[in-house]
């Protein structure tokens, strides 16, 4: 009774304050809007809400309280409940709405209460139904979480081709929801047409036949183009309805790695291609030049190589294999053997021009004359001595006939001039002939005939000849003026001068190298008769000599002085190595002189094996077979850990080092291991170059679509005359045997190839001198936003050292070493005791084999570590033979190859003979345990 109360009063309290509410709100408005035209205008809506929320009796009240308020207030006159019959019309319509609105509301309330007791009931039939359905859904959901955990894509399709079920996984490859597809058709769904009208009709087949159908299908989607392959097969779970369900697998990825396979393939069978094609330049550069050449070896003067000019020149008469005074007979007394021999003697090289030589050029024994320009040029072995003998050259017979024909025709002209006629008509012939250039000239410059020859020497027609346009001073340049004033002078004196060489203008501007001899006509004292040869192509001969001979000259310096950096490179360490290995030999140190000893060899070892990789580095990209693990990377990791491996050299010159490192320049696409390499190249260099007390700076920060590193240090500096060549191969801005600071000329090399391997460039700069020099790199960023890595990095070459006391523990361990150095056996073998295992060490392989086959099974070895080359047979040949053994011989037995031969291709040939794990020379001890420890878990 207490609850039925509160809520009348509620009701009814709501319906009083709803005609408040309207009441206040009506006499706000009144002065805008002038209520008393619509005095019951808000008071319906409080009749409403009073009846809509507390039914008949409140909305009575709230419609009597509106008309007395109303009445009082806004039906004129106002402030007074008098009536006129309008207004009391108008009241009475109100009340009489109000009480219908009072009495709809009511029943509508009643009609909504017996709607809930029915809802009532209804809530507990479901519920009953609810608990039904409950397990009917577990086992859905059992079956749809074993389709989910599945990779494959389920759908069942029903005799119409309409999805009878759809796994989550498949729907989500069409972009769809599961309830999304059920009942219908790929048609109804809109699916692309290409894609599901081969896979309906297979339903259909498999249908009808009742046997399974496989089959491939490519999906083009927003993310890019999909490939799946899928199996149809009949579903029979009603004798009545026939169903065929679709398993489906998606394929792309290894599509995309057997294409990723194809490309690397097509990649390294380009690399190698262009590996043989750089390999052939040379040879095709030395078969197609346009002089003879040949190399010679010995003292003796062996024939090894003849480009096909020079056998030409010589009648193709056999050369190869055979020796200079063997296959030239024809030459004995002529001079060119003892010419040979005091080149071959003395390593100085002989220029020879226009040498004349006797020799059967036909092959047939008959002998011509001919005449050469030509270099006998030393070929140097790395010793500095002279191995051979390489002849580079050109045939000039046909300038050197002509010559001597102008020479002699104009000597016959001087002596025949009596004979007018007979000279006049042999000069006719001449003219006709355009063997050469001929021309009769004036001493004023005027030219009055020519040949056809030397026009088209100096590229006038002959229209241009009649014309007078043509001027033997107009197309004399200006220094060879003197020259010709000096000819004058002998052709008035003397009637003939000797042939000489000068240039003349062409008609187009150009020059043209011309060798010319003149005399004068006795039938005219004021003309002379002109012969002019060509000389362009004979210069251009000579030019190109001369560039090969000095470039034949500066590499084979190059080449002197590279082996002898890296021979002292290598020594250098070596000599270190050595001397303190006999001084421990001696066992006369104290323990700090003895530690001292061990450090300083262990420093000497590391250098000289970074110098080793560096060689291998340079030959790797010499050979297009350094490839780069890309993956996005952040700069500021690799460049602070490049920072930390050269701090403690730095530190020992006091060198200040600042790092300005952006943290937002952006990640970048590389290989972080490659790039660690290139930071810390530059800033080992710019420790190596900076003195005591020197700044060494490096930068990261982002400019537009590229991130900019920046080393610049307050060292030595570069000269203006060096910078051009500073990233070179075998460069160095002092390769003297006094120079200061060591190291091959290869880093910078590296750097820059490494740098354009990741689209970038790198740029030096430097004032002079003393003035520091700086080092710009350029990379672009990428839009990959790796996770943060904690990971330390180091230097991919030199890294610190592991102490074994962190190596795993290998108790018990039996290992056979096969190596047929002793030192090598004796380390490994100390080592692994060391370690807890016990070690066989036999130095070939064939005890290694004896020593396997004929163990007996609690003493046969765990492991197997073999080096690959050693005498008689190598490391490949014996696990190719343990592995041919059965697994109860030990033919299983886990094999590492520990080998010096560490190129990719070798560690390839290692695998694919049986090793299980290939490690290169020399190795970290704590590493090689590692390995070992690593191979033994996975196995």
Not at 103 to 121: D, N, T
Not at 727 to 747: M, V
Not at 857 to 878: A, H, K, T
Request: aromatic share 6%.
């Amino acid at each position: 009774m207490l609850n039925l109360t509160r809520s009348q009063l509620v009701r009814y309290s709501i319906a009083g304050l709803s005609v408040l509410l309207a009441t206040l709100l009506m006499l706000l408005l009144d002065p805008l809007l002038s209520m008393t035209q619509s005095p019951f205008l808000l008071f319906f809506g409080a009749v409403m809400v009073s009846a809509g929320y507390g039914g008949f009796g409140p909305g009575l009240v709230a419609t009597a309280l509106s008309g007395f308020i109303s009445t009082y207030y806004f039906v004129p006159p106002i402030y007074s409940l008098s009536l006129t019959w309008v207004s009391g019309s108008r009241l009475s319509l109100f009340l009489l709405e109000g009480v219908l609105i009072s009495v709809l509301s009511g029943a509508l309330r009643h009609a909504k209460q017996r709607l809930e007791r029915a809802l009532s009931r209804l809530q507990i039939s479901e519920a009953q139904y609810r608990q039904l359905a409950i397990q009917a859904q577990d086992q859905a959901n059992t079956l749809n979480a074993i389709f989910s955990a599945s990779v494959d894509h389920l759908y069942v399709f029903d005799q119409a081709g309409r999805y009878r079920h759809v796994s989550a996984g498949s729907a989500a490859m069409l972009g769809l929801q599961p309830d999304d597809l059920i009942g219908k058709t790929w048609r109804d769904l809109g699916l692309p047409a290409d894609l599901m009208e081969p896979v309906d009709t297979q339903r259909e087949t498999v249908m009808s036949t009742g046997r399974s159908l496989r089959s491939e299908t490519v999906f083009v989607t927003d993310s890019g183009v999909r490939y799946y392959e899928y199996i149809l097969t009949p579903l029979s779970t009603d004798p009545s309805t026939k169903s065929v369900v679709a398993i489906s697998r998606d394929m792309t990825e290894r599509r995309q790695a057997e294409a990723q396979r194809d490309q690397l393939l097509l990649r390294e069978q380009a690399a190698r291609a262009e590996v043989e094609v750089q390999r052939n330049r040379l040879y095709s550069l030395l078969l197609e030049a346009p002089a003879f050449i040949c190399i010679n070896r010995g003292s003796d003067h062996v024939f090894e190589f003849a480009n096909p000019l020079y056998c030409q020149l010589v009648g193709n008469r056999k050369l190869m294999g055979r020796t200079a005074r063997e296959a030239f007979s024809d030459l004995e007394g002529q001079g060119f053997f003892e010419l040979l021999d005091q080149v071959y003697a003395t390593g100085q090289p002989f220029v020879g021009n226009e040498i004349a030589a006797q020799l059967d050029r036909q092959g047939n024994g008959t002998i011509e004359e001919g005449f050469f320009n030509f270099i006998y040029q030393p070929i140097f072995d790395i010793h500095g001595a002279v191995e051979g003998v390489i002849t580079f050259g050109f045939e000039v017979t046909n300038q050197v006939v002509a010559r001597r024909q102008a020479e002699a025709l104009a000597a016959d002209l001087s002596a025949q001039q009596i004979a007018l006629k007979k000279s006049e008509a042999r000069f006719s012939r001449l003219v006709e002939a355009n063997i050469i250039g001929v021309l009769l000239a004036g001493p004023n410059g005027t030219i009055m005939e020519a040949n056809d020859a030397f026009l088209q020497i100096v590229g006038y027609t002959r229209e241009d000849l009649h014309n007078g346009v043509m001027n033997w001073s107009d197309m004399t340049p200006p220094e060879y003026i003197s020259q010709d004033e000096q000819v004058l002078q002998e052709l008035a004196i003397a009637g003939s001068c000797a042939p000489f060489e000068k240039e003349y203008i062409r008609k187009d501007g150009s020059r043209v190298p011309i060798l010319l001899g003149a005399a004068q006509l006795e039938s005219d004292e004021i003309a002379w008769v002109c012969f002019v040869l060509d000389l362009t192509k004979s210069k251009e001969i000579e030019s190109l000599l001369r560039q090969q001979a000095t470039e034949l000259s500066r590499a084979n310096r190059l080449k002197d002085e590279f082996l002898a950096t890296v021979s002292h490179e290598l020594r250098t360490p070596l000599n270190a190595i050595l001397g303190w290995a006999t001084m421990l030999r001696s066992k006369q140190l104290n323990e700090a002189t003895m530690n001292r000893a061990i450090e300083t060899i262990e420093r000497n070892a590391r250098a000289q094996n970074q110098l080793i990789n560096d060689l291998l580095d340079v030959s790797r990209i010499i050979t297009g077979k350094l490839r780069l693990n890309v993956r996005p990377v952040v700069l500021v990791a690799v460049i602070e850990a490049a920072i930390d491996s050269i701090r403690p050299a730095a530190q020992a010159k006091n060198i200040r080092i600042q790092s300005l490192l952006d943290p937002a320049a952006g990640p970048v696409s590389g290989d972080p291991d490659r790039l660690q390499q290139v930071f810390w190249n530059l800033l080992s260099n710019a420790v190596k170059f900076t003195p005591k007390g020197g700044r060494v700076q490096i930068r990261l920060e982002r400019i537009n679509s590229h991130v900019e590193i920046t080393v610049s240090d307050t060292g030595q500096g570069i000269s203006p005359e060096f910078l051009p060549h500073v990233f070179e191969r075998l460069q160095q801005a002092d390769s003297t045997t006094t120079r200061k600071y060591g190291g091959l000329g290869l880093g910078l090399s590296i750097v820059r190839h490494l740098i354009e391997l990741h689209g970038g460039s790198i740029q030096a700069a430097s004032a002079g001198i003393g003035q520091g020099a700086t080092f710009m790199i350029n990379l672009p960023t990428t839009i990959f936003r790796p996770e943060p890595t904690d990971i330390e990095r180091v230097h991919p070459i030199v890294s610190d050292t592991i102490p074994l006391m962190d190596a795993p523990r290998l108790e018990g361990l039996k290992v056979l070493i096969v190596d047929d150095e002793t030192d090598a056996r004796e380390l490994l073998g100390t080592l692994l005791r060391e370690s807890g295992a016990m070690v066989t060490a036999v130095a070939s392989a064939r005890e290694a084999f004896s020593t396997l086959t004929q163990s007996s099974f609690d003493q046969r070895p765990d492991l197997l570590v073999s080096d690959i080359g050693m005498p008689e047979e190598d490391g490949y040949m014996l696990i190719r033979q343990i592995r041919a053994l059965a697994p109860e011989q030990g033919g299983r037995i886990p094999a590492i190859a520990l080998t010096a031969y560490a190129r990719t291709e070798d560690r390839i040939k290692a695998l694919a003979a049986g090793f299980q794990s290939h490690v290169p020379k020399p190795v970290e001890p704590a590493e090689f345990i590692a390995v070992v420890a690593n191979l033994l878990n996975r196995l």
